[in-house]
């Protein structure tokens, strides 16, 4: 066999087995993560950093489609008023649905046994 | 600590296990192996979510067309038929409530009977709501009359079309129960589709009434 081909057969082992290995590793991380996440400190990290994350991006709340940003400010204090409570109408049940869901995901975080 | 008659349905299938068919199942669903019972009744709960917040999307197009400034709207008076209506599909929720416990309390015959007049309640409802659009219709009013009457013919075709779809499951439940879930499971995600559709009427009929 050539020296050549030597070579190719070899970088080839050798690249897989690299990836391979990065997979196994990342799998493990995975897990010792999703493992960490479900200890009290990583639950409070989990929502500490989305909390943080939420607060951070208050620039991005205030952003909204200029044409909106008109009509609404064209329509007055009845208008905007009106507004505020259509969007309470559709917020308030969508939160009480996500929090639910997540409490009852919390409730059944572990398989029936 | 009382079970309450979810738990006590669920658990009667095998405690969420493995569709186990239960005593009054006669046979019948004899369910899905490998498919915990329970996991119907938590698809219902999405299900039932995914419905609020169809009907709630259409309240908050509502609100602002009606609350708007220089708006067109022209507010309508309800039907008084509706009154009745809502009367139905409330005895309704309580026949289908009391074929659940006969159901619980093994009283087979019974439970078939309640769950009869539900559905024949239930057609009384939808036919109700027919009633009222002619009444509408013989006043003048159709969907494109004004925003007014286009939310009634809305609102009130988008809940009768799911009571449609709960008289449905309510035949199949009674003449021809699935395969995949247990009779008793059937009951119970069917009993809160239901009990759900009422209140959510109830919810509409006052915001037809009280905010017109």
């Known amino acids: 066999m050539k020296i050549e081909e030597l070579f190719a057969q070899n970088f080839v082992r050798h690249s897989v087995d690299f990836v391979l290995e990065l997979r196994r590793e990342f799998i493990l991380r995975k897990c010792q993560f999703l493992q960490f996440l479900r200890t009290k400190t990583g639950l409070r990290g989990a929502f500490l950093a989305v909390f943080c994350t939420l607060a951070g991006a208050s620039g991005a709340a205030a952003q909204s489609c200029a044409m909106c940003y008109q009509n609404a400010a064209a329509s007055g204090a009845q208008g905007g008023a009106t507004l505020r409570h259509a969007i309470l109408v559709l917020l308030l049940p969508a939160i009480t649905l996500f929090v639910g869901i997540l409490g009852l995901v919390y409730r059944r975080r572990n398989p029936v046994r | ?212």
């Open chain 2, 1 to 212: 600590m009382q079970a309450s008659p979810v738990t006590e349905l669920l658990e009667r299938d095998g405690g969420g296990g493995f569709g186990q068919s239960g005593p009054l199942g006669g046979g019948e669903g004899s369910g899905n192996p490998g498919v915990p019972q329970r996991a119907y009744v938590t698809g219902m709960i999405l299900a039932l979510g995914g419905i609020l917040m169809f009907f709630m999307a259409l309240v908050s197009a509502w609100v602002v067309r009606k609350g708007f400034p220089n708006s067109d709207w022209q507010p309508i008076t309800p039907p008084r038929i509706l009154w009745l209506n809502s009367l139905i599909l409330i005895v309704s929720s309580v026949t289908l409530s009391r074929s659940r416990r006969c159901l619980v309390a093994r009283r087979d015959e019974q439970s078939r009977h309640w769950w009869g007049i539900t559905t024949i309640l239930g057609v009384f409802f939808l036919a109700g709501q027919l009633l009222a659009w002619r009444q509408l219709a013989v006043a003048g009013l159709f969907l494109a009359t004004n925003p007014s009457s286009s939310f009634f013919y809305v609102f009130t075709s988008a809940h009768g079309l799911h009571i449609l779809g709960g008289i449905a499951a309510l035949l199949v439940v009674a003449v021809r129960p699935p395969q995949r879930l247990t009779r008793q499971t059937a009951t119970t995600v069917v009993a809160m589709y239901w009990h759900f559709l009422c209140v959510l009427w109830l919810g509409i009929f006052a915001l037809l009434w009280l905010g017109k």
